[in-house]
């Protein structure tokens, strides 16, 4: 068992508090990715359940043990880096076996873990090369390698694939897939990209400043989120925030007037209490969620400033009255160009200033 609790877990240095008390469950086997903005604190989070910093309060455990002042090489854990750090003197077999060289392994038992591993991988025709003999991709699955050779209970990554250029950090993405699958053991991801999260986890925990906002499957958050933070956060390109205020509220929902020259209103059900008629809120509408005129809730007059097409899909950039700017998926039968267009809203989201979720 392989599981990670964290209960009202603080970090500290010095005076200023990163991590403000973090509370969460990664089951055994699950994949698990943090992600957020620079600096909320999700390598900080990563790097205390490795032990490679000290928990200034709360309880961590990994395989219900209490690992707070356990060493790290005592975890049971391996970390990937964003840098392969590989011995450039080595071979890929002698880089895959230093570990367990240095500790004194039976040497039959490391040559069976090199071949394991190097067929898990897809490297066994790669093991005499030198790291300079191997693209960006092949060193990093070496890094993963190496991390697999200690037969580890965790596997944490942090931003492991940044390096790559894009056509290997697809690639990547697959293989780290098809090695959850195989290894069946828990792994946590840290990623500030939004399509890794949104491929490789089983759930997705979004922080922001310390805090973690919002814990989910990746659908579940794209589709049902929290607050405005994490609307915006997941999902790319991101949710369109329009500015409005309550021009009339009932029992069972609110009319919204959207902001600009020319007042839009949409009929916003709602699941809770609305704040009284006059109030600023935020209507949220994803790329896609605009369709043809009159044919949806509400329809939405548009300037085009430049139109994407990138073959079945073109992203429409765009500016409305009071010039906020939006971003309208539309398929291939419907071009634009340069001009004003008529849009329909067909699905959207309600937030209060304070960014909570209406709707």
Known sequence: MAGVSLKKVVKRFGAYQIIHGADLE???GEFVVFVGPSGCGKSTLLRMIAGLEEVS?????????????????????????????????MTVEQNLSFGLRMTGHDKADIARRVTRTAGILRIAELLQRK???????????????RAIMREP?????????SNLDAELRVQMRVELARLHRELGVTMIYVTHDQTEAMTLADRIVVLRD????QVGRPLDLY???DNQFVAGFVGSPKMNFIPARI???????????LAGDRPTRLRQPLTGPAPEAGSSVVVGVRPEHFGEAGKGDADLSVAVD????????????????????????????????AGEITVSIRKSYLFDESGKRLR
């Not at 975890?75 to 840098?83: N, P």
Request: net charge negative; glycine share 12%.
């Open 26 to 28: 990664v089951a055994d």
């Open 57 to 89: 309060a709360g309880e961590l455990m990994i395989g219900g043990r209490l690992v707070n002042d356990v060493e790290p090489a005592e975890r049971g854990v391996a970390m990937v880096f964003q840098s392969y750090a590989l011995y450039p003197h």
């Open 131 to 145: 790291p300079r003999q191997l693209s960006g991709g092949q060193r990093q699955r070496v890094a993963i390698g």
């Open 153 to 161: 209970k965790l596997f944490l990554f942090d931003e492991p694939l």
């Open 210 to 213: 310390g805090n973690i906002e």
């Open 223 to 225: 589709d049902d989120p």
């Open 247 to 257: 021009v009339e509220r009932g029992e069972k929902g609110a009319t919204v007037e």
């Open 306 to 337: 430049m139109a994407e097409h990138l073959g079945g899909t073109t992203f429409v950039y765009a500016s409305m009255a009071g010039n906020r700017e939006l971003v309208i998926q539309r398929d291939a039968e419907h071009r634009a160009d």
